[in-house]
């Protein structure tokens, strides 16, 4: 009974600072917005980066005019290091048939040569358990580290760019994360404080004739609530539109065949959603705690 007086309370603020409380919902939902839009960007990327673990190898450069035997040697060195599930030897003929299989309709760019320019390689595929980028690069150090080898190539350099812009974008996300849970959570503060003093002689009244602190202020808690549940989940609502329709009118066959991209898990939804309102309570807070102290 008395959480359903509260309720009607809370309800009847909402309507009659109808201005305040737009503000303060639109500010919850784009705040919501724009840290949930960098979440499904950093799942969605986690994906990709997982599905290119699953199919790295390292392709190990063999010197010039290495004896067979030993070649035969360094596979058989390169078989005994730890994290390696299968290596392949590709000799250089091998090598320019599968390069001219992959030009099938630039063959008149290979027509003018007069001796294969390929090395003989090694094809080192990593075990599951080893697909880790820090794993495959002391791999790869060791590796090269042979007098038999000229190089050795694993996208090692643009991964690094991909996944130092990856941390920086972790790190940005974070930030503003954090600054509009501030500024969120300063706007509610400051709403509820302007409709507290806009009843500040209710609230006397109301105190002079025995209500208690909670009695008080138990509207503006579920107002806080209400604001904060309803921008998170407007916030979601909105981001998972623009999903559909990205889905729905950008061709992402060439991806399909990796992964599949995937909008936010219900748990983490409910998290952003629990923390939308957590917002709005705690925008309440400070503002009551100060008011209550007066």
Known sequence: MMNRLFLKRALKDLRDNLLLNI??????????????TFALFMINTGKIIHSWEK???????????????????????????????????????????????????????????????LPDTLE????????????????????ESSHLVEDVEYGQDWMKRFT?????????????????FMAAVFIIANTIRL?????????????????????????????????GGGGGITGILVLYLAYIMIIANVDLNFVSFYFTIQFLPFTTLLVIVMFS??????????????FLKD
């Open 195 to 227: 409709m507290f003093y806009s009843k500040k002689d209710e609230m006397r009244i109301m105190r002079l004739v025995g209500a208690t602190d909670t009695f008080i202020t138990a509207p503006f808690y579920i107002q806080g609530l209400i604001l």
């Open 124 to 143: 080192v595929w990593v075990s599951p358990e080893n697909r880790d980028w820090n794993q495959i690069e002391m791999l790869a150090i060791h590796i």
């Open 164 to 180: 130092g812009f990856l941390n920086l974008f972790k790190v940005t996300g974070g930030v503003m994360g954090g600054v509009f």
């Open 277 to 290: 309102m957590l917002t709005g309570w705690m925008g309440c807070y400070l503002s009551l705690k100060q």
């Open 55 to 117: 199919g790295v190898r390292i392709i190990v450069y063999i010197k010039k005019d290495v004896p067979p035997t030993d070649v035969d040697n360094l596979k058989n060195d390169i078989q005994q290091m730890q994290g390696v599930a299968e290596i392949q030897f590709i000799s250089k003929e091998a090598g320019l048939e599968r390069l001219k299989k992959q030009m099938k309709g630039q063959l008149s760019l290979l027509s003018n040569l007069t001796d294969n320019p």
């Open 23 to 36: 503000i303060t919902f639109t500010t919850i939902a784009l705040s919501v917005l724009i840290v949930s």
